[in-house]
Nanobody, 131 residues
């Protein structure tokens, strides 16, 4: 079993650059993926970014078009923590941000943008961006 705990959300102004953290505990994966999704009020869950790794330590990152160039996902292997650095925030980035994890990897980007591909989810952290 894996537990995911997000932190770093809150009320921020447009243009600010907060960082979200997702700390994983319990089972660890020699390869897998951890991702961020978000859900805005009245909307469905949206893929934001994913980072994948293999036993050899290779990391790949993919982003949604809406955040490409503004958000950066990274992983601290020693701390078993994934981060989402969010730059140039906009009011439309307001949402509950969820961390997700899977012990599986795939060559398809569509696999990672599908929430059903992940076995474990955090409780979410609210990010509210004011203009």
């Amino acid at each position: 079993q894996v537990q995911l705990v997000e932190s770093g959300g809150g009320l921020v102004q447009a243009g600010e650059s907060p960082r979200l953290s997702c700390a994983a505990s319990g089972r660890t994966f020699s390869s897998g993926a951890m991702a961020w999704f978000r859900q805005a009020p009245g909307k469905g869950r949206e893929f934001v970014a994913v980072i994948t790794w293999s036993g050899g330590g290779t990391y790949y990152a993919f982003y949604a078009d809406s955040v490409q160039g503004r958000f950066t996902i990274s992983r601290d292997n020693a701390k078993n923590t994934v981060y989402l650095q969010m730059n140039s925030l906009k009011p439309e980035d307001t949402a509950v941000y969820y961390c997700a994890a899977s012990p599986k990897t795939d060559y398809r980007r569509s696999y990672y943008s599908n929430g059903a591909s992940y076995d474990y989810w955090g409780q979410g952290t609210q990010v509210t961006v004011t203009s």
